[in-house]
C-alpha cells in the first residue's frame, strides 16, 4: 500500500530514504514515512495541511497522517537531492507513477550485501544514527568502518524518537543498536540503559552473558516486528542493574524497577502514552506466564482477561528462547491460557473449568 494515499498534496511527492528502501524490500508499514516534495518551504506550508517543524535532521516539516508521522524534505524543482550518508539512502519512490528514481546511479549498492558510505561531508553522530537505522532494517553489512564519533550534541527529543522507532521496528534491530552502544552513543544519550551491559546473568541459563546483549538477543525471536513489543523486550530486564539481592532471589524486584523506569525513559523521549502504559504493565508482569501453573485461576484470571496478554506471551517466548531453558513454559502457559479462554466463554463453567450450577437450567 501506499503510505500517502490519501494525502491532498500539490505538489509532486516521494517516498525516501528509508521508506523508499522500505517498499524496494517489501518491508512492513511503518508508523514513520519519510517522503520528499519538489518545492520549497513555501511550496510545503501550502500543499500539506496540519504542517508543523520540529526542527529534526530527519525532514524540514511533518505532519501525522492516518496515525503515522510524516517527514518531509525538499526538493527543488529539475534538481537532485542532496545526497545521503549512505547510498541506498538516495533512492526515491514515485507512487504516480508506480517506479524507483535513482538519482545517483546507486542501485548496485542498493543490491550489495554491503552498506557503502558517500562521500557528502556529514556529521558522524549523524552518519551513525542512519547506519543503525539502514542496519537494522536491512540484511546488509559496513563496507568501511564508521568515522569515529568524537562530539555528542543535544540532540532533540523527536530525533531520539525517531531514531529508536526506527531501529526498533526493523528486523535486525540487535544489529543497530549494539552498533549505537559500540561508538558510545546509548551511554550519553540513553542513560538509563546504563549498567544492564555491566550486569551478568548466570551462564546456567544465560549463554549470552550480561542484560544488555540478552535483551538484544530477545529480538532475534519476534514474530512481529510490534514496537510496543520490541520496547518491552528491550526494557524488561532493565531493572536487573538497580535491584537488590534478596536471599536467592538475585534481582529482586526487578520487574518493578524494570517498569518505572521504562516510564521515565518512554515519557522523557515523547512516546505516545499508550505506548508507555502498555510497556509499563508488559514489563510489570513479564515473570508471570512462567508462574501461570504454580498459582490459582482466581489469582490470574484478571491477568489473562487483559487484552495485551497475548502480547505478554510472546515477550515470554521471546525471553525463554533466548535463554538455555527452551520454550516448554511458553507452552504450557499458552495452554493454560487457551483453556481459560475457553472456560470464560463457557456460561457452565467457572474460569478454572469448574461446573456452575444455573439456576432454571435442567
Known amino acids: 500500500m501506499d503510505p500517502l494515499a490519501g494525502l491532498q498534496v500539490d505538489a509532486p511527492v516521494y517516498l525516501a530514504s528509508f521508506s523508499a528502501l522500505d517498499r524496494y524490500f517489501d518491508r512492513p508499514e511503518q508508523p514513520i514515512i519519510f517522503a520528499a516534495i519538489e518545492g520549497d518551504i513555501v511550496t510545503l506550508a501550502k500543499s500539506v495541511p496540519d504542517l508543523d517543524f520540529p526542527g529534526i535532521r530527519f525532514g524540514d516539516a511533518a505532519t501525522w497522517h492516518e496515525g503515522r508521522r510524516i517527514y518531509f524534505t525538499c526538493v527543488e524543482p529539475e534538481s537532485k537531492p ?25 542501485y548496485p549498492a542498493i543490491r550489495s550485501d554491503l552498506l557503502e558510505q558517500t562521500d557528502e561531508p556529514i556529521e558522524p553522530i549523524n552518519r551513525l544514527m542512519d547506519a543503525a537505522i539502514t542496519l537494522s532494517r536491512y540484511p546488509k553489512k559496513l563496507q568501511d568502518r564508521l568515522p569515529p564519533v568524537d562530539r555528542f550534541p543535544d540532540l532533540p527529543t523527536e530525533s531520539l ?26 551511554s550519553h544519550y540513553l542513560p538509563e540503559l546504563e549498567g544492564m551491559d555491566e550486569t551478568k546473568h548466570s ?117 525463554l528462547e533466548s535463554t538455555y531453558r ?37
Open 82 to 106: 542532496k545526497r545521503e550518508s549512505f547510498r541506498p539512502l538516495n533512492l526515491l519512490y514515485d507512487p504516480s507513477r508506480d517506479s524507483y528514481l535513482d538519482p545517483y546511479d546507486d
Open 161 to 186: 524518537r525517531v531514531l529508536l522507532t526506527s531501529i526498533l521496528t526493523g528486523a535486525y534491530a540487535h544489529v543497530g543498536l549494539g552498533l549505537l552502544a559500540e561508538h558510545g552513543f546509548v
Open 203 to 319: 551462564k546456567e541459563h544465560h549463554p549470552e552473558g550480561d542484560v544488555w546483549t540478552h535483551s538484544l538477543e530477545t529480538f532475534r525471536y519476534r514474530r512481529t516486528l510490534d514496537l510496543t513489543l520490541t520496547l518491552a523486550l528491550l526494557l524488561h530486564d532493565s531493572g536487573k542493574p538497580l535491584a537488590t539481592p534478596n536471599g536467592h532471589k538475585r534481582f529482586d524486584g526487578h520487574a518493578e524497577l524494570g517498569a518505572r523506569l521504562a516510564r521515565r525513559l518512554l515519557g522523557r523521549l515523547g512516546f505516545a502514552e499508550s505506548i508507555v502504559d502498555d510497556v509499563n504493565w508488559l514489563v510489570t508482569k513479564h515473570m508471570f506466564p512462567g508462574a501461570l501453573h504454580k498459582l490459582p485461576t482466581f489469582r490470574t484470571e484478571r491477568l489473562m482477561a487483559d487484552e495485551r496478554f497475548p502480547m505478554l506471551l510472546e515477550l515470554y517466548r521471546c525471553d
Open 326 to 362: 527452551g520454550p516448554d513454559g511458553y507452552y504450557r502457559a499458552c495452554k493454560i491460557y487457551r483453556d481459560f479462554l475457553k472456560n470464560d466463554a463457557n456460561p457452565y463453567r467457572s474460569a478454572d473449568g469448574k461446573k456452575l450450577v444455573r439456576l432454571y437450567v435442567d
